[in-house]
């Protein structure tokens, strides 16, 4: 049970996806202006990334190893999480139109978010089973979730301070991502289990 | 001609993937811990940039609008396949350094963007100049992110490079005598900093080059 518990503290803060893995930085630099923005954009990312690596372990155990296709591992991945994201569209569509005004927008954008693609790959690589899986993938998608909403919340401030004229906009941004990347390097004196 | 001057300028400096387009972040950040790695990325992206864009060109007009974004995903998925095998058969050693951000070429979204946005309405040799441009401006961009990284971090400048990219690239490596070098740049947060103050320089050379090609042509319309 304790491993467990390390496993997702250690994919939210140890190795956060965005500021320790360089993940999906895209929707991190191009969604944090608002924070409501972030709020829809975490909770979308969370549920697609969290069924991604559910859906990738059962594909890469019980198709691409039985087969020795270890090598459409990127192909297949990848048309899966599009699938995932086309169904959960649907299905949103269907049953709530409430959460469907929410997520709407972020979800089409969630298929070239490369954490989703990667955080599956990774649990590959670490050949974790199939709760390790779901509990990195989740613990990961919380991290990016917990980091955008942070990060919009400090853009925002950033906003209304007086920046040097040639750092507006995006590279204040950076440096600003830098600051926070530094902080949680802090965290990896946790990472002792 | 000129046409494909403006793509090229276009790709290297106006509309840079990185530093304009602020595309493709991931790779950017994460692998331009040293010059060596950020070439090899960059140039792996660019031979998956000009093939997907010479398929995309030569298929849209067969492929029809509403499920043209699953077959050019496909299509580069496949292509980032090939990429990523003939790296691990041919230059182990940078397939080593690179692993995870190989695959995920596939989600490089300024392979993607290039297909919507140019190869789907032009003709082969221009998508072939164009995939050419642009993913030589990411290289360009990559290294040169990699290069003061790696620079300011561990003061070396292409170390490895006979190592990773074959013996004939020796003569790049050079050791600044000396100088330790400060992790952190090497580090996540170092990434993150470069990236911005480069983005500074940019917009200050722009605007300095904006301003003297203002005072060029000022006295000739008065």
């Known amino acids: 049970m304790a491993h467990y518990l390390f496993l997702l503290i250690g994919a939210v803060l140890v190795n956060n996806v965005v500021l320790v893995k360089i993940l999906g930085l895209c929707p991190f630099m191009g969604v944090s202006k608002k924070l409501e923005t972030a709020y829809g954009m975490g909770a979308a990312t969370t549920f697609v990334l969290t069924l991604a690596t559910g859906a990738s372990f059962i594909i890469d155990h019980y198709l691409l190893i039985p087969f020795g296709l270890e090598y459409l591992r990127t192909l297949s991945f990848i048309v899966t999480i599009a699938a995932i994201v086309q169904l959960t569209e649907m299905v949103i569509a269907k049953t709530s139109p409430m959460l469907q005004q929410v997520l709407g927008i972020y979800l089409p954008l969630i298929t070239t978010n490369c954490a989703v693609l990667g955080v599956p790959l990774i649990n590959i690589s670490h050949s974790y089973g199939f709760m390790e899986s779901l509990l990195f993938g989740a613990g990961s998608a919380i991290g990016f979730s917990l980091v955008l909403v942070l990060f919009a919340g400090i853009r925002e401030r950033v906003d209304g301070a007086e920046v040097p004229l040639p750092f507006k906009g995006a590279a204040i941004a950076m440096v600003t991502a830098g600051l926070m990347s530094l902080a949680f390097m802090g965290f990896a004196g946790l990472d002792r289990y | ?222």
């Open chain 2, 1 to 222: 001609m000129s046409d494909f001057k403006t793509l090229m300028k276009d790709g290297l400096w106006d509309n840079n993937v990185v530093f304009a387009q602020m595309l493709a972040l991931c790779p950017t950040m994460a692998v331009t811990t040293s010059g060596t790695n950020g070439l090899g990325m960059g140039l792996a992206t660019t031979a998956v940039l000009v093939v997907s864009n010479i398929l995309v060109s030569l298929i849209r007009k067969t492929v029809s609008d509403q499920v043209r974004i699953p077959v050019f995903v496909v299509i580069i998925a496949t292509l980032v396949t090939v990429v990523d095998m003939a790296l691990n058969a041919w230059l182990h050693e940078l397939y080593k350094v690179l692993g995870l951000f190989i695959a995920l070429i596939v989600v490089n979204c300024a392979i993607l963007g290039r297909a919507e946005a140019f190869a789907v309405k032009s003709s082969i040799p221009a998508s072939i100049v164009d995939g050419l441009a642009m993913g030589l401006g990411f290289t360009g961009a990559l290294t040169v992110i990699g290069l003061i990284r790696e620079f300011l971090g561990s003061g070396t400048l292409f170390a490895q490079a006979s190592n990773l990219l074959g013996p004939s690239f020796a003569f790049l490596e050079v050791q600044v005598p000396g100088y330790g070098g400060a992790l952190l740049m090497i580090l996540p947060p170092g990434a993150f900093a470069v990236l911005g103050f480069l983005l500074a320089g940019k917009r200050v050379l722009d605007a300095r080059l904006e301003a003297r090609s203002a005072a060029a042509a000022a006295p000739a319309s008065a």
